[in-house]
């Protein structure tokens, strides 16, 4: 909903920013956009987009009959780009979300910027996404724990003599 509802004007190429108006929660909030994407964005304003609006229209994305995209066929145009990407995973517009923010975090994001760029106005809603980097956690916990560094193999078991405990 969110990206139907950008308007043309809600992006501010200079300071690299989008509007979302009415965002989660209702709230208008602004995020950033990546230099790649901004650059995409600008070549379809400038480029492409002009073809499209047959009627004046302020929607940012238009579909080829020159409309603003009803959810459903967002939702459709996005799913089938990713079943045309082959990834092995099914999804639409949340799954893309849910994706950035999930990669965001393992890369080192903090927490508390997610929850700004995704509009969550509880902590809680956003700390979902820690749950789903528990892959993450696990491979740096193997490549960092005190055993590890210590030269004790993954799996390996110590005879220290003492069978009573683990």
């Known amino acids: 909903m969110?990206?139907?509802?950008?308007?043309?004007?809600?992006?501010?190429l200079e300071?690299?920013?989008?509007?979302?108006?009415?965002?989660?929660?209702?709230?208008?909030?602004?995020?950033?956009?990546?230099?790649?994407?901004?650059?995409?964005?600008?070549?379809?304003?400038?480029?492409?987009?002009?073809s499209l609006d047959l009627i004046g229209d302020t929607s940012f994305f238009l579909t080829s009959l020159g409309e603003a995209f009803t959810p459903n066929r967002m939702t459709q145009l996005v799913r089938n780009a990713i079943d045309a990407a082959d990834i092995g995973k099914s999804g639409s517009c949340h799954m893309l979300r849910h994706s950035c923010a999930t990669l965001m975090?393992?890369?080192?994001?903090?927490i508390r910027f997610i929850q700004q760029l995704l509009g969550h106005a509880s902590m809680n809603t956003t700390q979902i996404y820690t749950h789903v980097s528990i892959q993450k956690l696990k491979a740096v916990h193997t490549l960092t724990h005190p055993a590890k560094l210590h030269g004790q193999e993954d799996g390996d078991l110590i005879d220290d003599g003492d069978h009573t405990s683990l």
Do not use: H, Q
């Open 105 to 110: 975090l393992e890369n080192g994001a903090d």
């Open 2 to 12: 969110e990206i139907i509802a950008l308007r043309w004007d809600d992006f501010d």
């Open 15 to 50: 300071r690299g920013t989008v509007f979302i108006r009415m965002g989660k929660g209702s709230k208008d909030r602004m995020v950033p956009i990546g230099a790649r994407a901004l650059k995409y964005c600008e070549k379809y304003l400038y480029d492409v987009r002009p």
